[in-house]
């Protein structure tokens, strides 16, 4: 099944977006099952405005005001990190929210960082752990490969910042499934 949706969503995704470009890119693919519900997770996940509430690295996201409802395609956030990043800010446009197949694409179109035409995907499956529903959040990246890095050292650091995000967006989910079984029982 994993292979199945990376192929589906993930592989056009890399591929479209190295064709654009014929400079040096680097892409990848994460993995990761988490013990919650796909509703729960995706609730965070779709939060375009709000990457705070489990990207570990935020410390603040605000949102242009766009009238017709926030979280429109072509919404930009303005981004700012924790210090000890070799960045502070980052201008990300939503892409894609498709919260029928929970699909959410970003792309980062600015900020004093270092990841050029950085495109991502992010989708949300829902599966059956040890008989309970879970979830399993499949990322994609494409970005450009810096003047002066390599491919795998590009590779290796934004593979990290997601790994990071991952498994802080498992935590966050889990704890808060935790909380609504526990809302069940004090009812
Ligand atoms: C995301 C993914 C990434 C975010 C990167 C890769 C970033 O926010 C951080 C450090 C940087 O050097 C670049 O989904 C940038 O958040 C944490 C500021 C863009």
């Known amino acids: 099944m994993e292979r199945e949706y990376i192929r589906m969503h993930h592989d056009r995704h890399q591929h479209q977006a190295q064709e654009e ?20 997770v995706w609730s965070l996940v779709r939060r375009f405005d709000e990457p705070q509430k489990y990207k570990p690295f935020v410390s603040r996201c605000t949102v242009q005001p766009q009238g017709q409802g926030d979280l429109a395609v072509g919404s930009l956030r303005q981004v700012n990190v924790k210090s000890g990043l070799p960045a502070t800010t980052s201008t990300e446009r939503l892409e894609q929210l498709d919260d029928h197949q929970r699909i959410l694409g970003v792309t980062i179109v600015g900020g004093d960082h270092r990841l050029n035409n950085y495109s991502s995907l992010i989708t949300v499956h829902p599966e ?11 990322e994609s ?16 650091f934004v593979e990290a910042l997601i790994r990071c995000n991952l498994s802080s967006l498992a935590t966050v989910s889990e704890r808060m499934a935790v909380q609504d079984c526990d809302n069940l029982i004090n009812q």
């Open 21 to 40: 470009e014929e400079k040096k890119q680097c892409s990848s693919t994460l993995v990761k099952h988490i013990k919650a519900p796909a509703p729960l």
């Open 128 to 138: 059956v752990t040890e008989g309970r529903p879970g979830t399993m959040v499949i």
């Open 141 to 156: 990246f494409v970005v450009d490969v810096p003047d002066g890095n390599t491919v795998d050292e590009t590779c290796y």
